[in-house]
């Protein structure tokens, strides 16, 4: 009797701790501690402020701490590393973009997977570019901008926040529509990349909108045109590149978060309502259009298509892109 009483203990306990441990029940308890939101971005950049609204709302949603974690550096790579090997419970969320898709084909062993290693919540939103050039550059518009890079190979270099982010992806396939040249300039974030060109160390910047809209405000900056498909409420004076003669130009960069392979269903699931639930609050909504983002929130499946069909589409640009 005895030893069958200590044998069913033993099954009871096993169960228990079992039962305990779960992805269900992980789920069910899910977040009981803070969690650790990756931007693979400079504070203060355009990524990091987008990362911050979320955040704080995101915060709010699932009463638990999101602590924001910059990790910059390689195209981004470096967060996209770590944040790949953290343990899939839903507790290390990171925010990607479209420079990800493009960084399979610029780099080579890459230490991480894109498509293996992560799981697409939801598209956060998505942030046209905007061309400037200094206010002591002697060109108004985007016909100006063409013909002198036409007579003068190379004369105008263009900066970028690093190879392989949506600053460089915007002024490359401008490069290929417009059959132009100009020398790239890379810096280590957004903010270097800005002071350059405000400084005229450098010829143009394909700018978030965000981190421009002050400078053209004050006149520091000359904004040519912007990459959406219609002018932005925020810049109505600015011209499209369609208007501006340029008519299959348009560039817009997503960003978008995700969780490691392998974490729980239930979580995922989690994560997405909550998110979702963040992007359609008017606040959260104006405090990102107002910084130059479009609000997305669509569901896992249309994210993963779109992912899908970008892969194939930067396959084929980035191999065109010369001497990268």
């Known amino acids: 009797m005895v030893c069958n009483a200590v044998v069913r203990s033993f099954w009871y306990i096993f169960f228990g701790i079992l039962f305990l441990t779960s992805p269900l029940t992980q789920a ?3 977040p009981d501690r803070p969690i650790r939101y990756v931007v693979t971005d ?4 355009s990524i990091d402020v987008l990362a911050r609204v979320i955040a704080d709302k995101l915060s709010t949603e699932l009463s638990q ?6 990790k910059p550096g390689a195209g981004g790579n470096i967060g996209a590393d770590i944040a790949s090997k953290a343990v899939p419970d839903g507790y290390t969320i990171v925010q990607l973009a479209t420079t990800h898709l493009a960084n399979i084909y610029l780099y080579k062993n890459l230490p991480y997977n894109l498509q293996k290693d992560f799981v697409p919540i939801t598209q956060l939103a998505s942030s046209p570019s905007v061309l400037v050039v200094p206010n002591t550059l002697a060109i108004k518009s985007v016909p100006d901008f063409v013909k002198v890079a036409k007579s003068k190979a190379e004369a105008l270099q263009y900066a970028s926040a690093g190879t392989g982010t949506c600053t460089f992806l915007a002024a490359e396939l401008f490069k ?5 040249d100009m020398m790239h300039i890379p810096y280590k974030g957004g903010a270097p990349a800005m002071t350059s060109v405000l400084a005229g160390e450098t010829s143009a910047y394909f700018s978030p909108i965000g981190p421009a809209l002050q400078h053209i405000r004050q006149g520091t900056l000359k904004a040519l045109a912007v990459s959406s498909t219609k002018r ?3 810049l109505p004076d600015v011209k499209t590149f369609s208007e501006s003669g340029l008519s299959n130009y348009q560039f817009s960069c997503w960003y978008g978060l995700f969780v490691q392979t392998n974490t729980p269903k239930p979580i995922q699931e989690q994560l997405y309502k909550a998110i979702a639930n963040v992007l359609n609050n008017p ?3 104006k405090l990102l259009i107002d910084q130059g983002f479009i609000p997305i929130g669509n ?3 249309e994210f993963s298509n779109i992912i899908r ?3 194939e589409v930067y396959k084929d640009f980035v191999k065109e892109i010369p001497n990268q």
């Open 176 to 180: 290929k529509q417009a059959a132009v």
């Open 283 to 285: 606040e959260t909504k």
């Open 299 to 301: 569901k896992q499946d």
């Open 42 to 45: 400079q504070p203060g950049s």
């Open 65 to 70: 701490a999101i602590i924001v974690e910059n």
């Open 309 to 311: 069909n970008d892969l």
């Open 232 to 234: 932005l409420p925020l």
């Open 28 to 30: 069910q308890k899910y």
